[in-house]
């Protein structure tokens, strides 16, 4: 059975459609990209199942239905998100921040929990006590990343976490993201616009145009498929 | 130009200069307390509460009927009349704040119903004529030529107190770190975990229960009446303007600005001379720097 599963998704805004009839699953410790440009409605997918919007259509994960579940509630059942802009809270410090994400959890889960992100993250430990906003944009990401992981997730959505990031930092995101899925047993629902990227780093991948389901299949395959490249690798 | 100078040698006077600090002290710490729930409702919830000041008339009727009607004594008349006022106002949260949260401007209106509705259920109540409390002390204390009335004292240490408390509150708590998050970003906070339907019913708690102690303590200085809450809504309102709406050791600064230009002000020039500067600082401020002294601007 599937960890998470999304069915016929239809999220509207007054009359304009975010997605319709979108749907996918994602297996124990899967990777699998959803990709597409500006407005392709990435968001409001991850939004729908996060329960930040009203959606028709059916989203389960582990066999429950999330649907009525507010975001606080979507969390508890382990989805970690990390959202479009990283929107870390930028006059609260880094280790604060953490706090925050690790908010659901017991108390006394806390400090090893910490420990565990600055260890993925070291650049996070340096600046602990720096308030999140005076962060660099990778730095910023890095830290909405280890917030997402302090609730021990067994999903995380990251909503376009290359976003404005130079090459190099996006890289080693990119190889931080692979440790961390390995060690924590992690799924990863990964919403790119950087397609090569996020097809790197997948199984399997989703590609969304105009909130609709464009192509789905093997991230490898999609990788040669010529339509693909012309499209969205820019190849 | 002699008269002014004269007026301000008062201020060296020692029985004045002590009266002064005290006031100063004390004014200051009631102003804060206001402020400071008036400003975590505007910083969380989005809602400007201009019937803040009837939370303040709540408290010191509760208080005064505590210790006047049932013979309370003030030790625990106070904690119990304003956990009480606390308590009964969450029936308010539920039936006409909540439909306010993150509308700012229909809160304003909405608010300000809501003050008046207070204030005239209150002369229905009360009539309008002035009760005092009884002072919890008639004993002086002397400090070489400045004298200090006990009463005083222990408005200031009790008012201390619970900034203190406040500050270890929001510092040092899981509700507090939740608040200082959604009153950044509520609606990331809640993607992280925090239940952000509760925390803005632990931050309204928090918000009268503060004006109902500072309303107590207002009482017990001056007089209590269904009016009683204009005088600290207005203060608040220049507090928050002064130090930034939202920011909390902006509404700390402001109080203690307000507090003190008050007592210095009033002294020597009176209590009209004190108004006039500082409404006139407000609309300074609110010109040059909208945000407040300690605030950020809003994008
Ligand atoms: N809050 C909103 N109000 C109105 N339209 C929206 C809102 N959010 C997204 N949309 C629209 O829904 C469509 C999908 O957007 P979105 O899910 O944000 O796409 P993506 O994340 O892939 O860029 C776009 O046409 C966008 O303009
Ligand atoms: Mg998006």
Redesign the interface.
Known sequence: MPKLSVEGLKVTYGPIVGTEGVGFTIDEGETVALIGSNGAGKSSTLKAILGMVTYEGRVTYGGEDLKGLKPSKVMRKGIGFSPEGRRVFPQLSVLDNLRVGGISRPQAELPERIERIYGYFPRLKERHSQAAGSLSGGEQQMLAIGRALMSKPSLIMLDEPSLGLAPVIVERIGEVLTEIQKTEGLSVLLAEQNATWALSLSKRAVILDLGRIRMTGDAEKLLDDPEVRRAYLGI | MLDFLSRLEILLNPTVLGQVIVNGISLSAIYILVALGFTLLFGIMRVVNFAHGEFAMLGAFAFYHLTKDLNWPWMIALPAGVIGVAAASLVLEWLVFRWFYQRMFESMIGLLGLNMMLIYGGVLLWDTHERNIPAASQEVLMLGDIIIPIDRLIVVVIALAALTAFYLFIRHT?AG??M??AA??V???????????HIYKVAFFVAILLAALAGSLWGQIYAVSPHLGERPLMMAFIVVILGGMGSIPGAALGGALLGFTESIVGTAFGAAASAFLSFGVVIVLLVFRPWGILG?PEN
């Open positions: 899981r770190l939740a200082r998050a950044q970003d609606e990331t906070a809640e993607t992280q975990g925090v239940d952000t339907r950020t």
